[in-house]
């Protein structure tokens, strides 16, 4: 069983990398889009799923790769790879200067000043020359998108990867010591301040890569665009979607919804959004455990799967 899972995600992924060498232009723009916000959902369940804490300041990290990217392109003239590193260096550094005393904070107190950085690195930017303030950047454009699918898509496999070694790790097992109960892993001798840092760290590292990827591939950032908080509620409902603190969860919940967004637009544009929000509510009801925990115990219970969910919210 475990062998024919392997080779199950390995001919995904052959399917996944063949996608822009015989798909249409309109399927690669929307691989890139869906994978680059599965990494994004990845990224968020790091600090979400494994450590427990609701951040809403992953859009900063997203911004400040974009900007990173963006920066050292237009303004220094340097390449796109090292426009990537310095974007990861300032996600890194914000999460450590910012990350110490925030993530002192818990529940909903957490939640709120996460979402309160993003307001206010819209207005640092905006006033900030090098960034172009209101302006924004226009980055030099490369007519290229299946390098930008297959950069997306390596990029993906890295942040899962990463998700996987934290279920095998002594520092997985001590995020999620601290998601169930941060007093007792606290006793038991894990630093969880450290942690809880790293954790921010390590899930600012992707988003930031995300946000490089999709600030050279669309050319133009402003700071509205950058760190919009949409983005973040989108990253958390996906990984909610498919399932927080599991290995492959928000990777569907990413596609899964991706897909449905891209067809209700197409299809009924006026209500897209009411239909969409309509899906999430359901879901949430049905599996609040993810379409991960759906797949992985529905055999088991069939259709009182969703009868116990429906019991458990009173409904």
Known sequence: MKGLRWILLVAALVVLAAVPWFGSDVLVQFGINALLLAVLAQGWNIIGGYTGYASFGNSVFYGLGSYGVAIAMVQWELPFAIGMVFGVVLAVAFAFLLGLPVLRLRGHYFAIATLALAQ?????????????????????????????????????????????????SRFGFGLIAIRENEEGAAVMGVNTTLYKV???????????????????????????????????????????????????????????????????????????????????????????????????????????YFVKNLKAHRI
């Open 120 to 168: 206010v690195m819209i207005a640092i930017v905006s006033n900030l020359s090098i960034a172009g303030q209101n302006i924004g950047l226009v980055l030099p454009p490369l007519n290229d998108d299946r390098l930008f699918y297959e950069l997306s898509l390596i990029l993906l496999i890295a942040a899962t990867a990463t998700v996987f070694w934290l279920t095998r």
């Open 198 to 304: 790293l954790a921010f760290a390590l899930s600012g590292v992707f988003s930031a890569l995300a946000g490089g990827i999709h600030a050279y591939w669309i050319t133009f950032l402003d700071p509205a665009s950058a760190f919009d908080i949409s983005l973040n509620v989108k990253m958390i409902i996906m990984a909610v979607f498919g399932g927080p603190g599991t290995v492959l969860g928000p990777v569907l919940g990413a596609f899964v919804l991706s897909t449905v967004s891209e067809l209700l637009s197409s299809e009924i544009t006026s209500v897209a959004g009411l239909f969409f929000g309509l899906v999430v509510v359901v879901a949430v009801i049905f599996m609040p455990r993810g379409v991960a925990d759906l797949m992985r115990r529905f055999r088991a219970t069939g259709w009182r």
